[in-house]
């Protein structure tokens, strides 16, 4: 530690010419983020060298996502250097956290997926697993949310120039990938040779992020990827007279790693979508290849040594590369080609939303990718032909991979992968009894299930430092290390005064964030008020306009019926894809219940509504922790699994949710008494749909939706009116908001009575944070190496 105090100081003072007395915030910022670079790089030395002298398997996370979260705080957490730099920093008058806020929150992601990726990285390093992400180093982000008289507005989020200091960038291990072009087929004397002709090249340059793990040695890394226009190519086309050929490659070099696509529903005829996820999957299957060919000499043992595992079907363009580099470039024919490569794919799928489900159109796809189509086609004719000979042809209908002239990525992963998994034990039963059905016929044993998991080392550790140290001294036991110790938390159920303790921890918190809400939106919230949270995405499925309906309800209550409930924030964090007009009229709708309650004396007295803008990384750390109810309310079948509800379980939120996702794992782990559960479950929304469902009926049969919806109506906007949203939801509401709202009212009736019975209230909570250890991504990382990769700890 001395040393690192040293190098602090020294850095500065040849960096800047600074003594530590003198230097600014921003110099001992960056002097951080490098030294500690510099501690990880030191570190990932030694732990590759282990590596390998092994020669041990190793696994590649491919991902078009990683929500990495700041670094800084997470790395001297995990290398235990948090307390002695805090301390060095404050003998100088500087406050650690105000340096920790310096650094932008790395959005390389839109959600969910985004962060369970990285949420994996960080366990699957803590407990020694030797696994590298790959991913792209988008210039932009996602996108900086601004709610602008309550409506959504994107702008750029510029992240790396004071995010970059923690990345090191690798120019040794730069690679071609080669766009558009033709390819011929010539016989040699090694047989057909297909070649590549008059390609655009571009240049991936890769960017390491070093991954560090809870004390522990090992050091993974984060390889991101970023375009630039080989100038070696565009000078031979110059020389050729192609002038115009020559300025190709820098037009679509620019575009490539610029942005993160800032949707999650549909990328529905993107070519630039195709070409960053060809850029990426190509950069790291060629250098993977390279790296396993330099070690071993040969490919034959490659599925031996190497698993690669793609998250959801963004990266599924790794499969026709790899068997592109066996076929073209090491001679292997096209049977031993394929069996190495079904071998060494895993496919975790993500959703079962229609519109999420990628495809491409052949049309699209050919010309960018000539040969990566002929070898996608291949693989298509070989399954649906063998399809025929075991008399599965009925099913290509929903099993061939093109189909009507679009390339459908799933088909295309289940048929090459060894595995596929989903994420709660319901979605992995949605997908073998309904969505990919005929495949699990064809391929018995490939499905299985893989529950979601947290890093409970930032979730807790690091983002409720409060509660961790308590239930440190609490508990006596090592929890931070091993979650599944916090079990032990149950034999305190009944103990007033652990009961009561976790109750002003968690008003800590809710002080916290009621200053942050002020600072932020200007207002005051009651830290006594029930804080009442949904944090997620914006979509239509999700309901977050269910929320709302309850909102209006109980605003129409206290207003006209004399209802005087106990006080209750709720707030709310989400994006909305930037083409998404219904999730942004919703997020205006939120925002004009908010405004309507504060210019009511009566109302805001007793209920509150805030908008917080910019939901990431940085502001769940915030939020979470200061939660009494999470919402999941999803349509029962619709969330694959959800992890925002762990983190707020782990925290000692109480579920109010849907049987859905992984929200119904959550329910079996702490009983029914200790959670809310509302609303149709999957089979009743299905028999539902099947049967007709018709939400006018309800609007007009049930009181209390009427007079809800004919509310809304009458909700000024500052000039919008949400005439369009209340018929939406009588025409059509395609996600049965209608259909749970009674039972959803029902169960917030229910909590509202429970809060105020504080001891039965922070017995629910004690049980949900006891047996929140399941949910641990240390548990979801030790399932993939069982079950999947099969590797072994790095020693
Ligand atoms: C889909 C697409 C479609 C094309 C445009 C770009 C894009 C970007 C992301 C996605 C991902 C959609 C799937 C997804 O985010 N699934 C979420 O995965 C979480 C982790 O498994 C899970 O907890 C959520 O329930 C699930 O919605």
């Not at 040969?371 to 032909?385: L, P």
């Not at 979605?427 to 009894?433: A, E, F, P, R, T």
């Not at 800590?508 to 005051?524: C, H, R």
């Not at 079996?668 to 007709?692: Q, R, Y």
Request: charged residues 25%; hydrophobic residues 40%.
């Amino acid at each position: 530690m001395n040393n690192f105090t040293e190098d602090i100081k020294t850095y500065l003072e040849t960096k800047f010419g600074n003594s530590i007395d003198e230097a600014s915030e921003r110099q001992v910022y960056q002097a951080l983020m490098v030294k500690t670079r510099d501690i990880l790089s030191q570190k990932r030395y030694k732990y590759n060298s282990k590596l390998k002298n092994s020669c041990q398997k190793q696994v590649y996370y491919m991902s078009m996502e990683f929500l990495v979260g700041r670094t800084l705080r997470n790395n001297l957490f995990n290398l235990g250097l948090e307390k002695e730099v805090r301390e060095l920093l404050s003998e100088y008058y500087f406050d650690l956290d105000d340096i920790y806020a310096m650094e932008p929150d790395p959005g390389l992601g839109n959600g969910g997926l985004g962060r369970l990726a990285s949420c994996y990285m960080d366990a699957a390093t803590s407990n020694d697993y030797p696994i590298t992400g790959f991913s792209i180093l988008y210039e932009f982000g996602i996108f900086k949310q601004i709610i602008k008289n309550g409506w959504q507005h994107e702008y750029p989020d510029n992240w790396l120039d004071m995010g970059s200091y923690g990345l090191v960038y690798r120019n040794d291990e730069e690679v071609e990938i080669k766009f558009y072009g033709k390819t011929t087929e010539e016989w040699t004397e090694k047989g057909l040779k297909i070649s590549h002709k008059d390609y655009t090249s571009i240049i991936a340059e890769p960017y390491d992020l070093m991954i560090s793990g809870y004390k522990s040695d090992s050091v993974n890394v984060l390889r991101l990827w970023k375009s630039k226009a080989n100038e070696r190519f565009d000078i031979k086309l110059f020389e050729k007279g192609e002038y115009a050929k020559s300025v190709e490659s820098e037009v679509i070099a620019s575009s490539i790693s610029r942005l993160l696509y800032p949707a999650d529903d549909n990328d529905n005829g993107k070519a630039l979508r195709i070409k960053q996820q060809y850029f990426f999957t190509s950069a790291s299957l060629q250098q993977i290849v390279r790296k396993h060919f330099m070690n071993y000499n040969t490919l034959d043992n490659f599925a031996e040594k190497v698993v690669i595992h793609i998250n959801d079907t963004h990266p599924a363009m790794c499969i026709p590369e790899l068997m592109r580099i066996l076929l073209d470039e090491y001679d292997y024919s096209w049977e031993k080609a394929w069996e190495i490569t079904t071998n060494t794919f895993a496919y975790t799928n993500h959703t079962i939303m229609a519109e999420a489900l990628e495809k491409w159109s052949v049309h699209l796809f050919e010309p960018i990718l000539p040969r990566i189509y002929t070898i996608i086609k291949e693989i298509n004719n070989r399954f649906c032909s063998w399809c025929n000979e075991i008399g599965a042809s009925h099913e290509l209908e929903t099993m061939s991979i093109i189909h009507n002239n679009m390339i459908r990525m799933a088909n295309l992963c289940i048929v090459s992968s060894f595995n596929v998994n989903g994420v709660s034990k319901l979605h992995s039963d949605i997908l073998v009894k309904d969505t990919f059905k005929s495949f699990n016929r064809i391929y018995p044993g490939k499905f299985d299930n893989v529950t979601n998991g947290i890093a409970h080392r930032r979730w807790l550790g690091q983002s409720n430092p409060e509660l961790a140290n308590y239930l440190n001294n609490l508990l006596g036991v090592d929890f931070i290390n091993d979650l599944s110790k916090i079990n032990k938390l149950i034999e305190y159920k009944d103990n007033e005064k652990v009961l009561r303790d976790l109750e002003d921890i968690k008003r800590i918190k809710k002080t916290q964030l009621a200053i942050y809400i002020k600072e932020s939106t200007g207002i005051k919230v009651d830290p006594n008020s029930i804080f009442d949270v949904q944090v997620k995405r914006l979509h239509e499925y999700k309901r977050q306009l269910l929320n709302a309906l309850h909102i209006v309800y109980l605003y129409r209550e206290i207003k006209f019926n004399g209802l005087r409930p106990f006080p209750r924030t709720f707030i709310f964090g989400a994006k909305a894809s930037s083409g998404y007009v219904m999730a942004k009229n919703i997020i205006k709708l939120i925002c004009s219940i908010s405004e309507m309650i504060e210019a009511d004396p009566l109302v805001r007295d007793y209920i509150k509504v805030v908008f917080l803008e910019d939901y990431r990384v940085t502001l769940a750390e915030m939020i979470i922790p200061a939660a009494n109810i999470s919402e999941q309310i999803s349509q029962a079948g619709k969330e694959a699994s959800g992890t925002g509800n762990m983190k707020l379980m782990l925290n000692g939120a109480i579920t109010l949710g849907t049987m859905d996702g992984a929200n119904v794992e959550i329910h079996n782990a702490v009983g029914d008494e200790n959670i809310f559960i509302f609303g149709l479950t999957t089979p009743e929304v299905n028999s539902l749909a099947l049967n007709g469902y018709n939400p006018r009926e309800l609007y007009l049969n049930i009181p209390e939706i009427k007079d809800t919806l004919d509310f809304i109506r009458i909700i000024d906007g500052n000039g919008t009116n949400f005439n369009n949203i209340v018929d939406y939801l009588i025409n059509n509401d395609p996600y049965m908001c209608l259909a749970d709202f009674i039972s959803y009212i029902e169960s917030q009736k229910n909590i509202e009575k429970t809060y105020t019975n504080r001891a039965k209230w922070n017995k629910m909570s004690l049980v949900n944070i006891a047996k929140s250890g399941i949910f641990s991504a240390d548990r979801a990382v030790e399932e993939y190496v069982n079950n999947i990769w099969k590797i072994n700890k790095v020693r």
